[in-house]
């Protein structure tokens, strides 16, 4: 490529269209766009992204696909880990971008460009996974933002976009919505309050199933491997289970959170087959894993989460951790059942040969198998020695038996 290349990381939005333009005409840089496939588009929707790309003046349009090996590589693991940033987010776009940014670096390294540009304004925590990926697999290679050196709105991209005759769906533009397999994010102007819900209309998704419907989700080691008794790959899986709750339009939330630079962000996203399949694996772990295993399972998936979230993928601590989740999924297999409803979803139950809710040991709340009665007294005084001694020195002596009524 000529010196004057430069490979944009596109989407077709409002703010890549204006990069575009922008780098073209205002920079006079021949653009090559690149679209990182990482799911969540059908084959008509890539098409027209890349009629839009063309349309506004590329000099060439790549779509580089990478949804199984963001499965492998990163979705897998966030399943493994149960990971939800603040209990609520799946990390749709955060674990997205790195493998986006990723594919970019490579394509930019393959074409010899002298810059790589994004999209990503200066207030969110996308122009820093970017960069980071950028500064590590591409420091030969110049960064040029122009949403974040220009403090662009996003009135003032579409003003200077409809200045250069683009005809867009500019309703639609007044969202961010960002699509891939593990969820799509929906930003806008609702979410830079603290109060004001999104628009129905906002969602991708609307509700047009009403009649409660139950599915069963197969786990083969943690990954999702079947619905309801028909065996597939587990990026099928996940497609196929977003099209059947997205029709009770479940998985919705907004999430706020910290961000990488240090402010507050809020941002609506749904997200249905990512909530069912973690919560429903969480589920099935709590049947099948014991009490430690959850436990550091989850000290280690918070950092996991985090690391993802904040860019730091590249750092090989996450293939310590990455190693230590998978080793925890041996027995994690089973069915779970799960009950669609508009807006909702209940786990009802799992099914599975390593449950440790076992009845021949005992039933919860009722009668017990492999104990007596004294066996717990004798227990429970061991157990509470430390505590008792702890007492007995601190606040005065405790450690006399205390006599029965009508003992002598």
């Known amino acids: 490529m ?18 575009v333009k922008y780098l073209k005409h205002d920079l006079n840089l021949e653009v090559h766009s690149v679209l990182v496939n990482t799911g969540g588009f059908t084959k008509k929707e890539l098409q027209a992204i890349e ?3 063309m349309n506004l003046g590329v000099a060439h349009h790549e779509t580089v696909d990478v949804v199984d090996e963001f499965y492998n590589k990163a979705v897998k693991y966030l399943i493994f880990g149960n990971v939800l940033k603040n209990n609520t987010y ?4 955060s674990a997205e971008r790195v493998f986006q940014a990723i594919a970019i670096a490579e394509y ?21 996974r970017f960069d980071l990926v950028f500064n590590i697999l591409t420091p030969e290679c110049q960064v040029i933002t122009p949403i974040r050196d220009q403090q662009l709105s996003r009135q003032a991209e579409i003003d200077y976009l409809k200045a250069h005759d683009v005809e867009m769906n500019w309703e639609k533009a007044r969202y961010s919505i960002n699509k891939g397999l593990w969820g799509t994010s929906v930003g806008g102007a609702e979410t830079l309050t603290s109060h004001q819900p999104l628009p129905e209309s906002a969602y991708p998704s609307q509700l047009v199933k009403k009649d409660i419907s139950t599915i069963t989700l197969g786990f083969e080691k943690g990954e999702i491997t079947s619905i309801d008794g028909q065996e597939m ?3 099928e899986a996940i497609v196929i289970l977003h099209e059947l709750a997205s029709q009770y339009a479940i998985g919705r939330d907004i999430h706020v ?13 749904e997200a249905a087959a990512p ?3 973690i919560k429903a694996h969480h589920l099935l772990e709590k049947h099948v894993l014991t009490k430690w295993q959850q436990h550091w399972k989850q000290q280690l998936a918070d950092w996991y989460g985090m690391m993802m979230h904040e860019g730091q993928y590249l750092d090989p601590v996450m293939r310590n951790i990455e190693k230590f989740l998978e080793d925890t999924q041996g027995n994690v297999s089973g069915k779970v059942h799960v009950t669609l409803a508009p807006y909702q979803f209940h786990l009802t139950g799992v099914e599975s040969e390593h449950d440790l809710m076992n009845s021949k040991f005992g039933h919860y709340g009722e009668m017990n198998s492999g104990w007596t ?4 007294k004798g227990f429970t005084k061991i157990l509470a020695n430390q505590t008792k001694i702890w007492h007995a020195v601190n606040e005065g002596s405790r450690n006399e038996e205390p006599v029965l009524k009508g003992s002598t």
Do not use: M, W
């Open 257 to 269: 959170g910290d961000t990488i630079i240090g402010i507050k962000g809020r941002v609506g996203f």
């Open 90 to 93: 799946p990390l749709s776009v």
């Open 275 to 277: 909530l069912i399949l």
């Open 108 to 128: 930019a390294k393959k074409t010899g460009a002298q810059y790589i540009a994004h999209g990503s304004t200066g207030a969110g925590n996308d122009q820093v």
């Open 51 to 53: 009629e839009h790309a």
């Open 2 to 19: 000529a010196k004057n290349t430069v490979v944009l990381a596109f989407s077709g939005g409002l703010d890549t269209s204006y990069c």
């Open 233 to 235: 790959e587990p990026v």
């Open 373 to 376: 009665g004294e066996d717990v």
